[in-house]
């Protein structure tokens, strides 16, 4: 089983979330919460219904991850783009083109 | 162009008040998500990647300075100093927070704009040719029958919650810049023998996941059943559409099942009920709509002629722009700027808060505070005297917009994709940056001449590939990115759809593939005359195949 964290979008901003070891939504995929086995992931899904129903966040996924180095990936492309940001450089101030992305 | 009266300014007004409800009602969490979707929707509101994105309608594509103003306005305020001019003639906010959208829409009711009917199974934003009321082959201007549709469709009881959404485009030209034959309705102006103005009607156009390309069911529909017609297109639709399932509920997928004769010969019947009804469009309305439409009072400047040619003789690069980016007007003292959202390696359609200060300085100083926004995700000047194209010009390389690449290679439609769009498969922007990087130089695309590329991030296709000269389709394959390559589709009065020419490119090799069909155009043209798309549709896929896949290529998966 790959290892699993969960995402989500905060409801009052839409800005990308995971849930970090306090059960806090934290706005750095670094900081999430790992799941690496059945009954955690459960835990996981379970949490996020919770956080759905009382409109925290919306969104809500369970996705899949790998540790390189001690540095979460998510295995998706458009899952390390959510985490790390747009690609290009879209904005004053704003850089993109993060180390997971490419 | 068109004024708010007492009753719209109320409408948008009331709506923006009730999103405000909802919006608190939803922070509250009184309202829940399955009950706030639609209504944020309705308003134009989606949920992106990384944050909420706000769609605000620019009916028609026109908008004065105070109105781009404004734009800037909620770029700065609400968003992270940028918005994204798309191919429907609306712009896109990329990071608005959703507490703060009822503000950013109040603001945009005080200079008459709004986000209602961006999304939704409703009629959508009626567009319309950027060049209109300006464009030397103009029978009439679209814009009041355009906006005629847009009262009447708003919050139509009847088509607000149609099988799926519903797009109409309207052109008043010979040359169709409208891309009038990918829309579920495209309304062609044109005068019959009597020199009377109506309009060819054409059906079931449209790209996504089964493009196709419209019938015409009609060849002169009198301007006064405008209405009655298309509300008889309406409610065969709204009858037959595909409710079952979303990607069958287009109307273009009733015309194909149904058959374009028997659509037309039903809606031909509705019509026929509904004929000499209250929906009948007087004159006088029709005139009283059109005066707000009227051309600028344009006075004679025939001294722009010698100055322009003294200017091109002073400045290679001054003339390089007129020259692409400046087309005949109307008027032969004026002219009309495409100011291009194209930069080289920059993201299409994109512009800062400074741009769209800068845009609107100008239209308001030298182009009677009349701005359009193209479909090819560029901004016009559609009035422009020749003798003031120099400090136009001046002021545009100052915001970094005078790039001189109209309808050439490196004026690339691309769509979000995975940089913003949570239904992407693959990014768009990287690679219409990596290509525009690649064809930069002008004299390289001089050479290449007029070729339409336009890139999607996935098969719902806004980035309209199936139409471009060269399409690029990104997809999803094994985790990673691939890009499919269409050729020979076009957007104009000779709509074709783009053949698929092989297997897709790793993003690291599309652009050398884009490079060797190009090469091979080269090559093969009679002469520099025969555009891209000429000598497609001369040669077909075959000599691109063996240029890409190696000769004898049998038609590649
Ligand atoms: C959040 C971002 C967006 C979402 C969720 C979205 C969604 C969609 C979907 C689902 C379709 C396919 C409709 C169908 O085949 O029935 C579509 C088509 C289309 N969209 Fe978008 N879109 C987005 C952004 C854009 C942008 C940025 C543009 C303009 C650059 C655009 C313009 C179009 C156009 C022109 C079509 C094809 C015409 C047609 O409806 O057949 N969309 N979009
Ligand atoms: S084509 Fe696909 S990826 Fe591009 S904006 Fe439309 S839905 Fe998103």
């Known amino acids: 089983m790959a290892d699993k964290v969960l995402t989500a979008n905060r409801l009052s901003d839409g800005t990308s979330v995971w849930l970090d070891a306090a059960g806090n939504w934290n706005e750095r995929l670094q900081a999430a919460f790992v799941a690496r086995h059945k009954e955690a992931v459960e835990a996981l899904e379970a949490t996020g219904r919770q956080a759905f129903a009382d409109n925290q ?39 993109g083109l993060a180390a997971t992305a490419a | 162009m068109y004024r708010y009266d007492e009753f719209d300014h109320a409408f948008v007004s009331g709506r923006v008040e009730q999103f405000r409800d909802q919006v608190a009602r939803r922070l509250s969490g009184e309202l829940a998500e399955d009950a706030f979707k639609p209504l944020r929707l309705m308003n134009g509101v989606y949920l992106q990647l990384h944050a909420y994105m706000l769609r605000v309608a620019v009916p028609y594509g026109t908008l004065n300075s105070r109105q781009m103003r404004m734009l800037a306005h909620i770029a700065r305020k609400y968003d992270r100093g940028y918005g994204h001019f798309t191919t429907r003639q609306n712009i896109q906010y990329n990071w608005p927070k959703l507490s703060e959208l009822p503000d950013a829409l109040a603001d945009l009711a005080t200079v008459e704009m709004h986000s209602l009917q961006t999304s939704g199974n409703c009629i959508r934003n009626v567009t319309a040719d950027h060049f209109a009321g300006a464009a030397a082959d103009e029978v009439a201007d679209p814009r009041p029958y355009a906006e005629i549709l847009r009262q009447w469709s708003s919050v139509h009881p009847e088509f607000s919650f149609l099988p799926r959404k519903f797009k109409i485009a309207v052109t008043g030209a010979e040359r169709d810049r409208a891309a009038i034959q990918v829309h579920d309705i495209g309304l062609h102006l044109k005068k019959n023998g009597h020199g009377e103005i109506g309009f060819a009607v054409y059906v079931g156009g449209g790209q996504g996941r089964t493009p196709l390309v419209a019938k015409k069911i009609r060849d002169f529909l009198p301007e006064a059943d405008l209405l009655t017609y298309t509300t008889a297109i309406m409610r065969v639709y709204n009858l037959y559409g595909r409710r079952d399932n ?59 002629w010698a100055n322009l040619a003294q200017w091109k003789k002073a400045d290679p690069e001054f003339a390089r722009w007129v020259q692409q980016n400046v087309q005949p007007h109307k008027h032969p003292d004026y002219g009309m700027v495409t100011i291009s959202l194209k930069p080289i390696g920059g993201i299409p359609g994109d512009a800062s808060d400074a741009q769209m200060e800068a845009v609107a300085d100008i239209a308001q100083e030298y182009a009677f505070d009349e701005i359009r926004v193209s479909h090819e995700q ?25 790039t001189a690449n109209a309808g050439l290679i490196t004026d690339i439609i691309a769509c979000p994709g995975l940089d913003y769009c949570a239904l992407a498969n693959a990014r768009s922007i990287p690679v219409a940056q990596e290509i525009s990087n690649r064809f930069g130089s002008p004299e390289r695309q001089a050479e290449i001449g007029e070729l339409k590329i336009k890139i999607s991030g996935c098969i719902n296709a806004c980035g309209h590939h199936h139409v ?18 269409t050729l020979g589709g076009s957007g104009d009065e000779n709509t074709s759809i783009g053949e698929i020419i092989g297997r897709g490119f790793e993003p690291e090799k599309v652009t050398d593939a884009v490079e060797v069909v190009v090469d091979t155009y080269l090559g093969l043209r009679r002469d520099p005359s025969e555009t891209f798309l000429a000598a497609y549709r001369r040669v077909g896929p075959q000599p691109f195949k063996d240029a890409l896949y190696g000769e004898k290529t049998v038609a590649a998966a």
């Open chain 1, 57 to 95: 966040v919306v969104d809500v996924n369970v996705i899949d991850v790998e540790e390189v180095d001690g540095v979460l990936r998510p295995l998706r492309m458009r899952e390390r783009i959510r985490a790390e940001g747009p690609t290009i450089a879209y904005a004053i101030g704003y850089s």
């Open chain 2, 378 to 402: 560029n901004l016009i000047l559609p009035h422009v005297a020749l003798a003031d194209l120099e400090p136009v010009y001046r002021g545009l390389v100052a915001a970094g917009l005078a």
């Open chain 2, 246 to 304: 979303k990607f069958k509920a287009r109307i273009k997928i009733l015309v194909h099942e149904m058959g374009a004769e028997e659509l037309a010969r039903q809606v031909e019947a509705e019509f026929a009920e509904l004929r000499g009804s209250e929906l009948t469009l007087p004159e006088s309305d029709i005139a009283a709509i059109a005066t707000y439409f009227a051309p600028p009072r344009l006075a004679p400047r025939a001294e722009g």
């Open chain 2, 468 to 485: 471009g000269h060269i399409g690029l389709l990104g997809v999803e394959k094994k985790g990673e990115e691939l890009y499919q390559i």
